[in-house]
């Protein structure tokens, strides 16, 4: 995504985010045991801004929240001592009370996209990547026996609920393999060894997808069904975006949609290859800065919501069949768009 700058009075901020004589809460730790119905989704977080968001997300008592990429923004763009820089990015989103409270109550599943990576639009050639995930681990407090901390990248999955309520969040890294094509505005490409995900993480995909699950929650840091626009996305890329409907087809991996961040407004996409269901995509970012305009998408369902927002996630699993509703909810928590994906139609 196109870079933004943020300058801020770093020392004055963190005191301001502070409130006097109150103990940092604990952070709710993931349960996987927890038959989801309620998932809040969100990304592009100005660290220094306004971030009283956390409390509208708070407030719908999600069973989890997902950061999904520029969680905060800390491009190095300074040089200089990288790790310390981006350290002190963190400790300004880890010390406002809002997303404070938020981690206090909600548990959070996490990836990054470019600019909590450490640099705009940069993929597998940056050089402080390994710094980057240092930082990144230790702030989300991935476990130390987690497979985030053996294997390249930051790619993970959970497994949430019973058999009958199982739902599967497939976190995608699609900035540590990256194969950068060009600065802004970007074409697409026709190289095909041009990777978003890199072999490794393809294949683990394809491992991830074979185990049985209800619902699959693939979460992408920028947009996979969208139509290119000159800015990242997966159609940039289109032999990935068909070996994504390739693997999911292979596994024969039901109930899968995308969720991503990244563009700084809310739209749903859809995209239809024949032969197989549908592929969503729900785009939610903004949770503190937006555009004036969302880009061309001949894929969009609707309109695009150009205004704070974050998302919701509502499984209902005791209708039938099963539906899954979107939400777009602006930073009060209202909500401005919908969305209703019956079970049924994501399946072969």
């Not at 739902?167 to 802004?184: G, K, Y």
């Not at 095909?192 to 185990?211: D, R, S, V």
Request: net charge negative; aromatic share 10%; charged share 20%.
């Amino acid at each position: 995504m196109k870079k933004i700058i943020f300058i801020a009075c770093l020392s004055t901020i963190v005191s301001a985010c502070i409130p006097t004589g109150e103990p940092a809460p604990t952070v709710k730790p993931i349960d996987e045991n927890v038959n989801l119905t309620k998932i809040a989704i969100g990304s592009c977080c100005n660290q220094a801004g306004n971030l009283s968001i956390f409390k509208a997300i708070k407030n719908k008592t999600p069973d989890i929240y997902v950061a999904m990429g520029d969680n905060i923004y800390s491009d190095n763009i300074l040089g200089g001592d990288f790790a310390s820089f981006l350290q002190s990015q963190y400790d300004l989103l880890g010390n406002n009370y809002d997303f404070r409270q938020l981690r206090a109550n909600v548990p959070v599943v996490a990836t990054w996209d470019d600019h909590d990576y450490g640099q705009n639009n940069a993929g597998a050639e940056f050089p402080y990547k390994a710094v980057a995930k240092d930082k990144f681990l230790t702030f989300w407090q991935i476990p130390s026996n987690s497979p985030r901390r053996t294997h390249d990248g930051v790619y993970d999955s959970y497994m949430f609920g019973d058999a009958d309520h199982k739902v599967q969040i497939i976190v995608l890294d699609c900035r540590n393999f990256l194969n950068v094509i060009s600065a802004e505005p970007i074409s697409a490409t026709s190289d095909t060894t041009k990777t978003i995900l890199g072999a490794a993480q393809w294949a683990w995909l394809g491992q991830e997808l074979l185990k049985p699950a209800k619902i699959r929650i693939i979460l992408s840091s920028t947009q996979l069904c969208t139509a290119q626009n000159g800015w990242e996305t997966w159609a940039n890329y289109p032999h990935e975006i068909e070996r994504m409907f390739k693997t999911i087809k292979d596994a024969h991996a039901e109930g899968a949609f995308v969720i991503s961040g990244d563009v700084h407004y809310a739209e749903f996409s859809r995209r239809s290859k024949v032969g197989q269901y549908p592929l969503y995509d729900f785009t939610s970012s903004g949770l503190t800065h937006t555009e004036n305009a969302a880009s061309v998408n001949q894929y969009r369902l609707g309109t695009a919501y150009v205004a704070l927002n974050f998302g919701m996630i509502n499984i209902d699993w005791n209708a039938s069949p099963v539906t899954i509703t979107w939400q777009v909810c602006d930073n009060n928590g209202n909500v401005t768009r919908t969305q209703v994906i019956p079970l049924d139609e994501l399946k072969f």
